[in-house]
């Protein structure tokens, strides 16, 4: 497996996907909060030259903890977006190029072709919005005012983390299944957003993925008692996810793969 994950972190640098993730969350962590200390109030006075910093400020919350909230929602709608194309071909790509079929001839299991995937790409879903999340904080306190502890914010940014390693499984699962790169994109997403909405419309975000956006975003001192169960949840799923995309690709014919 370490060849397999060594093969991983060079085709992530090669083409630049690891250097994509970092530089697309860190892009909007620096650029909410100039947008809500500086873009946003220009753009308001112009439209309504009345308008006071009062008025204003009732209007938008221009704080450090609204920056942030406001980049967390980013996170979610155009952070989501990010990984999903970026990631899209990291098996469908690979099924489409035939480029499975040298490391199954020297001997690789399908399983460690998998899990060193999700173990390299997952570490950075997992630190790009981490190390993003903790740049907001610190900036949008130097340009607001500090309001909460880091804490929470470094929490908030692991949670975001896990579920982007949840939409790379389903990536992934997709891509095994579809083995066309963008297609799998779109349909990744359609399944991150739908669970989103199923989720928010029926009150059930604790027993999906989405409730650790949810929980992400309150930045409470002291998280909610559901999180265990949110956490176990998105781990049984990411599961099934790795169980199918591993049955697919057992089960895939050779002159399939070849297709």
């Known amino acids: 497996m370490k060849q397999d994950i060594i093969k991983e972190i060079r085709f992530g640098f090669r083409n630049s996907r690891i250097l994509i993730l970092f530089i697309g969350f860190l892009f909007f962590a620096i650029l909410t909060p100039v947008m809500m200390k500086v873009i946003m109030p220009l753009i ?10 009062q008025m204003l400020s009732e209007m938008v919350d221009m704080t450090q903890l ?22 899209c071909g990291l098996m469908a ?29 997952g570490t950075v879903l997992i630190l790009a919005p981490t190390l993003s ?13 500090f309001d909460i502890g880091i804490g929470p914010v470094i929490r908030g940014g692991l949670l975001q ?45 604790a027993y999906l993925p989405s409730g650790l956006l949810d929980e992400a975003q309150q930045l409470a001192v002291i998280p909610a008692a559901s999180l265990i ?23 895939m014919e050779w002159n399939e793969r070849s297709a």
């Open 66 to 87: 609204g920056s942030i909230r406001s980049y967390m929602g980013d996170v979610f709608e155009i952070g989501s977006i990010i990984v999903a194309f970026t990631l």
């Open 93 to 121: 790509q690979e099924i489409k190029d035939n480029t499975l079929v040298l490391p199954l001839c020297a001997g690789r299991q399908f399983g460690a072709i998998v899990s060193a995937k999700m173990l390299v790409f």
């Open 161 to 205: 983390g896990v579920y982007m390693v949840f939409l790379l499984a389903c990536l992934i699962m997709w891509g095994s299944i579809i083995k066309k790169p963008i297609a799998a994109g779109f349909v990744s997403l359609v399944t991150a957003f739908g669970l989103h909405f199923v989720g928010s419309a029926f009150s059930i975000s």
């Open 44 to 53: 308001l006075q112009s439209q309504f030259p009345g308008m006071t910093e």
């Open 133 to 145: 999340l903790i740049v907001n904080y610190v900036y949008s306190g130097l340009l607001f005012a």
């Open 229 to 251: 169960q949110t956490l176990c949840m998105t781990a049984g799923i990411i599961g099934v996810f790795a169980a199918v995309t591993l049955i697919r690709l057992k089960h």
